[in-house]
């Protein structure tokens, strides 16, 4: 039988939520799956590995950057897919060489280059991916999903409340809201595992 972990890094919890919903999916369709924070784990009996990270400042995470250099090899070895958790991310590729999954929540969820603002531009999908994919050289994944995550700036750390607020100010499709639905996660796993 398979195996398939999923490894993360939750910063607020929204991550944390769509890994354990990742577990929960696979674990009912029979699929034997481990799920962890992200820390050193031995790689090598899994099939697939999942890894998500919240998007902060149009990247991933600094633990999980870490957790990809130093699994590099391994995971070149592996079936890798990735999901992230975000407040905004407009779809400007028209062609990628792995299914990309945009939550539809997303207010801008479709928008041509020609018409994104300076700062749309930042919270696009390539630029997001841009960052990502330098980090994972040699891995193509076989899906990448981002979704809407939760936003409550009042329980932020100061340094992320500050960032948030500047954010929301620029682009207003970023609001305070839980916009996570496990039913929206469960049907983008059961496709990638009809796939």
Known sequence: MQKTLIIYHSGYGATKFTAQVIKNTLTEKGLSADILPVSQKDLYSYDTIFIGSPIRLGRCTLK??????????????????????????????????????????FNNHNKPKARLRIMENNHTASYYLKHFLK??????????????????????NLLHRLIMRFAMFLLPEIENGDFLRQEDIASWVKNEINN
């Open 135 to 156: 980090l994972v050289p040699g891995i193509t994944p076989s899906s990448i999903a981002f979704f809407k995550g939760r936003l409550d700036t009042e329980s932020l």
């Open 64 to 105: 999980i950057r870490a957790f990809l250099k130093d699994n590099l090899e391994v995971l070149k070895q592996k079936n890798i897919v990735i999901f992230f958790t975000c407040m905004s991310v407009t779809s400007d590729i028209s062609e990628q060489e792995f299914p990309l999954y945009i939550d539809h929540k």
